[in-house]
């Protein structure tokens, strides 16, 4: 949504007084079999009078809420005091997507005007540009600082949520889980509460905590049904249930992604549906959900993977001339490739 600054009469809540909802790209960790830039995520802002509590995309974008147009201390905002102004400069740059501009008055109002009533709101906007920026060291620096100096602000729970996803960027994932935590505490119910909530699971599967992971996610979708995250835990759930070889359970949650008809996990899922089926024993399956792996996703992350395993199912099938057929596919698409190699190896000792 693009709208003009409005400015928001004191009964508003201040905690939902702006939302900014965003557009910057970038990757995000993700550590499949093969290369992936499968996950992605984006920050930016866009000015307007919230109605509702927005919940990020499935994509694992997420808007954008900060700046305020109340005081978090019980100083009067001056409308045309010097403080005041230069706030409402850097927040129309901020707006406008110009993070360098917008980051560089913030931090004047940060220096310059200690007893501001807007000086948490720039201390964590400086935060949000540095994130925006792709800065996450200096980001995680500048969280520090502001929750330091205001362990009271009305954005403390998104404050802990961006500094948690700064040192996840840093992959910092045990500096990063307690942020998360901090963030839902802050409040249970706030802009990125199911943001937060989820890379608290995310966060545990990243350091091999499959259990943890499990617990958390599990749990997701009916402490937030309507978040949009649902595709994303679904999926992380289902890998840490394979990574804990429970393949029965991984099927369950992989074939929950396939609900959600713009997840970015679909074809991660499908592949792992594949995985889960081939380690049940169930190979006409597995091979059904590599064949439309391969189909439905041309140039997948997982392709040489999908086509390895094909291989291996038609060798354990006692089906040589077809396992040789999708060994010279693989050959061809992915000469010398890891799952090439493998693949060759499974054919020769599986007598094909």
């Not at 980051?103 to 005007?113: C, E, G, I, K, R």
């Not at 608290?200 to 009916?222: I, M, N, P, Q």
């Not at 289902?238 to 679909?266: M, T």
Request: charge should be negative.
């Amino acid at each position: 949504m693009n709208s003009s600054h409005t400015t928001i009469p004191s009964p508003v809540s201040a905690r939902y007084a702006l939302l900014l909802a965003g557009s910057l790209v970038a990757n995000a960790c993700v550590t499949p079999e093969s290369t992936s830039g499968a996950d992605t995520d984006s920050t930016g802002a866009t000015a307007t009078t919230a109605t509702t509590v927005p919940t990020s995309t499935a994509a694992e974008t997420e808007g954008t809420s900060g700046g305020g147009m109340e005081p978090t201390t019980s100083a009067p905002i001056d409308p045309n005091g010097e403080d005041e102004l230069l706030f409402q400069k850097a927040l129309a740059l901020y707006n406008a997507l110009d993070y360098t501009g917008a980051d560089a008055l913030f931090v004047q109002l940060w220096d310059m005007y200690p007893d501001s009533p807007r000086r948490d709101n720039a201390g964590y906007l400086h935060g949000r540009c540095l994130y925006a920026l792709l800065d996450f060291a200096g980001a995680d620096a500048a969280f520090a600082a502001s929750i330091a100096a205001y362990p009271a602000s009305n954005w403390i729970d998104e404050s802990q949520y961006f500094w948690g996803r700064s040192l996840f960027r840093l992959l910092t994932y045990t500096t990063a889980l307690p942020h998360f935590d901090a963030s839902v505490s802050a409040d249970p119910a706030g802009t990125y509460a199911d943001n937060a909530y989820y890379y608290g699971g995310r966060t545990k599967f990243e350091l091999g905590d499959d259990a943890g992971a499990e617990a958390v996610l599990a749990s997701f979708e009916a402490k937030y049904p309507t978040s949009t995250y649902a595709d994303n835990a679904a999926y992380y759930l289902g890998r840490a249930r394979f990574s804990k070889a429970d393949a029965a359970g991984a099927k369950i949650a992989f074939k929950h992604v396939l609900d959600f008809a713009d997840s970015i996990y679909r074809n991660d899922a499908t592949y792992y549906l594949g995985r889960s089926e081939y380690s049940l024993g169930a190979l006409p399956a597995a091979l059904t959900w590599f064949k439309d792996l391969i189909s439905n996703f041309p140039n997948d992350v997982y392709e040489d993977n999908a086509l390895y395993y094909e291989v291996r199912i038609y060798v354990d099938q006692a089906d040589c001339p077809t396992a040789n057929v999708v060994l010279t596919d693989l050959q061809t698409r992915f000469p010398g490739g890891t799952y090439t190699v493998q693949a060759q190896d499974y054919a020769v000792l599986g007598g094909c």
